[in-house]
């Protein structure tokens, strides 16, 4: 008599974690609030550039209102929850059940959402050749450059260099103390200095999915646009807190970005009435300056 030989074991599936588990271990990453634009500080200053860059895009309400908060248990509680499936998430926060795509994302945060929407690190393609050589020309500011590279920060003008800073904080934070422009972060801070249209939405979305579709531990990003998100569904925000000085572009930014504020003479602080900003020369001469800028 043969033995019949015994069925394989089903695997076992990887239990479900419990959501409280999910929640809990969201609340040990970092969050990334956003930075707010004080308009009034800015055309102190003259950069009343910068604010047309923002206007040109549709976000100049977006990115002034000083009246925005972040709730940290809504947000983990948010990205525990959070799945993003061809473009339209769905999530659930304090028992209420959200679902957007890209333009209704738009639709409640006030902004259009059309343009470019593709951030992909892994693949440089999505520009071409012939793009990312142009916008690294023109962000590097050696026209004769023959490949595309990574841009440092201290071979961009300021205004640039600003642009840049503004594009890793508020529309593509993928972390903190970056002084490198990889080839996919010089897009988004060409298309803003060329006021040509992003798509916002899109892109928070991409990031959305990545942050619940991978294993690696993500900061939980656009802490202050999704409030506006929350506020939509009718979500009780938890532990708000608003915004605070530190979440404002100020003095230090702008110095890092290598315009000069200076004060009867001085190095000016953040406190009073200040004297508009002015670059400080670079190593490189060429380039538009921040005069002929504004």
Same mark, same amino acid.
């Given at each position: ?14 239990k ?45 309400d ?63 393609? +999505?520009? *071409?050749a !012939?793009?990312?050589? &142009? ?7 050696? $026209?004769?450059?023959?490949? #595309? ?15 840049f ?20 972060d ?27 579709n ?24 938890h ?9 404002e ?16 003479? +001085?190095? *000016?602080? !953040?406190?009073?009435? &200040? ?7 670079? $190593?490189?001469?060429?380039? #538009? ?6």
């Amino acid at each position: 008599m043969v033995d019949k030989p015994e069925k394989p074991k089903p695997k076992k599936g990887k239990k479900a974690m419990p959501t409280a588990t999910k929640v809990a271990q969201f609340l040990q990453r970092s969050v990334v609030r956003g930075k707010i634009v004080n308009t009034d500080y800015f055309k102190e200053q003259g950069l009343k550039v910068f604010l047309g860059k923002l206007q040109a895009q549709g976000w100049l309400d977006l990115f002034t209102n000083t009246q925005r908060g972040c709730s940290v248990p809504n947000l983990a509680e948010f990205y525990a929850n959070c799945e993003v499936t061809k473009g339209v998430v769905t999530s659930k926060v304090d028992g209420k059940k959200l679902r957007f795509n890209a333009n209704e994302l738009g639709k409640i945060l006030g902004i259009p959402f059309e343009g470019l929407g593709v951030y992909v690190r892994e693949d440089k393609t +999505t520009l *071409g050749a !012939e793009r990312l050589l &142009q916008l690294t020309q023109r962000l590097n500011q050696q $026209p004769d450059l023959k490949t #595309p590279r990574s841009v440092k920060k201290g071979e961009m003008t300021p205004l640039h260099r600003l642009l840049f800073w503004f594009v890793i904080k508020n529309i593509i934070p993928p972390g903190q103390g970056r002084n490198l422009a990889d080839a996919m972060d010089l897009c988004p801070a060409n298309l803003l200095d060329r006021e040509e249209r992003i798509s916002l939405p899109a892109i928070m979305i991409s990031h959305m999915s990545r942050i619940a579709n991978t294993a690696r531990e993500h900061d939980l990003v656009y802490g202050f646009l999704l409030t506006s998100v929350f506020e939509h569904f009718g979500v009780s925000l938890h532990k708000k807190v608003g915004v605070q000085v530190t979440d404002e572009i100020r003095c230090s930014t702008l110095l890092s970005c290598e315009f000069k504020i200076t004060k009867n003479g +001085t190095t *000016g602080s !953040e406190q009073g009435p &200040q004297t508009p900003f002015t670059p400080v020369p670079g $190593p490189s001469s060429s380039g #538009p300056s921040l005069d002929t800028l504004l």
